[in-house]
């Protein structure tokens, strides 16, 4: 099985507040013209919002934001306040304020509207490629 | 903000266990002597096992899978079921079974041991490229 995730779902609550609040980051809506489910599409994979993720799954409704974090890295520990700055403004909500980490970058997480998390990370030890791809050092070794 | 997630971080509750899944899917685990998280590179992105999220997220200890999926999408229809069948045999659960979708492809839903979901998709509307990345459609015409 090849190492690869393709799209990740958010199963969320409420689709037009959802789509409000990724577009207020900057982020393009593609296929606007879809209604029961928005995509968008990040680097080499995509992001669906999609409120009827878990009947098509077969789990029970009402399943929260559950224990999982998506972290989006920055190039420079300059960035990592002014990119939390902005997801509040969208209407996040701070969970863990930014700071230093023992393994030596810096992290904040931010609750989207449902509640999944953003961690904005900067970390020294994986640098992000130009093209905005992350790769772990040993395996460039 | 630039459209991008660099790393997804799931909260698992043994990391042991976790660990052994993944592996059981032919998935490498990078820097394999850390003891307190476990790291898979996916293409240009990365996936983290971490038990202790909630702590660095500030959010309470025991949230579940939560409504959320990865979809791990293949080039054939004939390679979903035997990626099924992969996830099956590491130790996953089948929550929906492999069918057509009114969308044209071919999907089913496998729960890794948190129940965290994976979807095993073909959609022939969103080709993956050579390297493994998908890109919807529009974004290229």
């Known amino acids: 099985m090849e190492p690869r995730i393709s799209l990740i779902t958010l199963?969320?609550?409420?689709?037009?507040?959802?789509?409000?609040?990724?577009?207020?980051?900057?982020?393009?809506?593609?296929?606007?013209?879809l209604t029961d489910t928005a995509f968008f599409q990040l680097g080499g994979i995509i992001l669906s919002l999609y409120p009827d993720l878990h009947t098509d799954a077969g789990v029970p409704a009402g399943r929260g934001p559950g224990a999982v974090s998506f972290a989006h890295n920055v190039r420079t520990e300059a960035e990592v306040d002014p990119t939390v700055e902005r997801l509040l403004a969208a209407g996040g909500t701070l969970t863990a304020a930014s700071r230093p980490m023992p393994w030596g970058g810096r992290t904040a997480y931010v609750a989207d509207p449902d509640g999944f998390l953003w961690e904005i990370a900067w970390n020294p030890g994986f640098p992000l490629a130009a093209d905005g791809t992350i790769h772990i050092p040993e395996d460039s070794a």
Request: proline share 9%; net charge neutral.
């Open 11 to 33: 199963g969320v609550a409420d689709l037009p507040r959802s789509i409000a609040f990724y577009e207020a980051l900057g982020w393009r809506r593609s296929l606007p013209d």
